[in-house]
């Protein structure tokens, strides 16, 4: 069992919170220019970092107020919690535009799919 330290309401037994996804994911700024493919990457393409990694919590059975909090994801050590619209503390994560940003796919897959298959 982890102890999350809600920044509201102190320590909390982990089964008080939700996992949001990652944190620092920019939403587009013409969301309607986008191609299906680049909505998609956009809603589902995440990091799945091994080692440090900023998510999104909300404390769900507490203040029901949302959070970020830089965590292990080899140890579950939590490193730093901070409110959303803040940066992660320096050197405890990559920079949040290089996390914000979808990595294409490679031309084999991409060319695998078609409008009636989906993204």
Not at 23 to 35: F, I, R
């Amino acid at each position: 069992m982890l102890l999350f330290s809600c920044p509201n309401c102190g320590p909390r037994n982990e089964t008080e919170f939700h996992y949001g996804g990652q944190a620092h994911v920019a939403y587009p700024e013409q969301p309607g220019e986008l191609s299906d493919r680049e909505w998609a990457e956009y809603l589902f393409y995440r990091k799945n970092t091994k080692g440090l990694f900023a998510e999104r919590w909300v404390h769900s059975a507490g203040c029901r107020k949302w959070f970020n909090m830089v965590r292990d994801t080899v140890s579950y050590e939590i490193q730093a919690i901070y409110g959303m619209g803040e940066q992660p503390p320096e050197g405890l994560t990559a920079p949040p535009a290089a996390q914000a940003k979808s990595q294409p796919l490679a031309p084999a897959e991409a060319s695998n799919t078609n409008a009636s298959e989906g993204v």
